[in-house]
């Protein structure tokens, strides 16, 4: 079965610093990937989207991420940390073809930011 | 333009009851999905409804249900709940889902916090 991981289910970093959150996913075929953040009792807010224009992908709020086929991964950074990105981050992935949509998810990496 | 709208936020049931959610997509939007979150199993698709239709369903038991009406507001019903459904139910909605080459992205509601007790 097609899966998404994130490594790291806890990720602490200080104010200022880089932030990098780690995505691998497993498919020969590379799928349309997504970065969603999570604030406590929130829905899933939409950070970016690879769909295979662009390697390098620009999203909301500073943040970005970078398509290597070569690694199967979609790793989101962002250069200095802010107190109000501490929340829970979510990969997904969309392996289905066209007249369906399912994304999968990875199990979610939260995110402190230390003053 | 409103986002998605998910009713109610929050419930509680007894085993064995049923429930219904509801669903309203961002105007102009077609397909509207479903996801299960739970802090063990994490987010879990549930389906997919595009134009009224069922376009694609998760590995779940035939208790969790969907329907799309004419004005692309969607409810999913859950039957004889059980313990282990207690989760957050949450709702998206995307312009056309996945049509060709293109992919539209989903927006997500709030959800419906859900307790079985």
């Known amino acids: 079965a097609q899966s998404v991981t994130q490594l790291g289910s806890h990720v602490s970093v200080s104010e200022g610093a880089l932030v990098l959150l780690r995505c691998n996913y497993s498919?020969?075929?590379?799928?349309?990937l997504f970065w969603y953040v999570q604030y406590p009792n929130q829905g899933l807010q939409l950070l970016l989207k690879y769909t295979s224009a662009a390697t390098l992908v620009k999203g909301i709020n500073g943040f970005e991420a970078e398509f290597k086929k070569s690694e199967t991964s979609f790793h989101l950074t962002k250069p200095s940390a802010h107190m109000s990105d501490a929340a829970e981050y979510f990969c997904a992935a969309t392996y289905s073809g066209a007249g369906s949509y399912q994304l999968t998810f990875g199990k979610g990496t939260k995110l402190s930011v230390i003053p | 333009k409103a986002g998605v709208t998910q009713t109610p936020r929050y419930l509680i049931k007894t085993r064995g009851q049923q429930v219904t959610l509801s669903c309203s997509p961002i105007s102009g939007h077609r397909s509207v999905s479903w996801y299960q979150q739970t802090p063990g199993q994490g987010l879990q698709f549930l389906f997919e409804?595009?134009?009224?239709?069922?376009?694609n369903k998760g590995n779940f038991p035939g208790r969790f249900s969907g329907r799309q009406f004419s004005n692309s507001r969607s409810e999913m019903n859950v039957s004889t709940l059980e313990l282990g459904d207690s989760a957050l139910y949450l709702c998206a909605s995307s312009l056309a889902g996945r049509v060709g080459g293109a992919v539209h992205e989903q927006y997500f509601g709030p959800g419906t916090r859900l307790t079985v007790t």
């Open positions: 498919s020969s075929v590379p799928p349309y």
């Open positions: 409804y595009f134009s009224e239709t069922q376009r």
